[in-house]
Nanobody, 124 residues
């Protein structure tokens, strides 16, 4: 089992940047595929970025492609999401999640462990 704690959210103006962090503890963080999800009010939780255990492969949703970068530091048990050129539609609760599977998933139901979320609010 792994415990996840997000940080780095906040209020930012449109066009600004934020860097989200996710600290992991517990079982070997380096064995998990990690994802960043977000959930806006009234909407489903969606995967916006995913990184494999080694960092060799990443996935980005079309809605954020070119504006966000996912990375990890397995030595520090940390996951990051650098977000640039933020838009009001990026406003949501952002979660990091761990997938204990050899397969790559995009659905929230397939992820095994979740943090509590960090709020990102982008003003226009």
């Amino acid at each position: 089992q792994v415990q996840l704690v997000e940080s780095g959210g906040g209020l930012v103006q449109a066009g600004g940047s934020l860097r989200l962090s996710c600290a992991a503890s517990g079982r070997a963080f380096s064995t998990y595929t990690m994802g960043w999800f977000r959930q806006a009010l009234g909407k489903e939780r969606e995967l916006i970025a995913r990184i494999t255990w080694s960092g060799s492969s990443t996935y980005y949703a079309d809605s954020v492609k070119g504006r966000v970068t996912i990375s990890r530091d397995n030595a520090k048990n940390m996951l990051y999401l650098q977000m640039n050129s933020l838009k009001p539609e990026d406003t949501a609760l952002y979660y990091c999640a761990a997938d204990d599977s050899i397969f790559l998933h995009t659905a929230a139901r397939d992820y095994d462990y979740w943090g509590q979320g960090t709020q990102v609010t982008v003003s226009s």
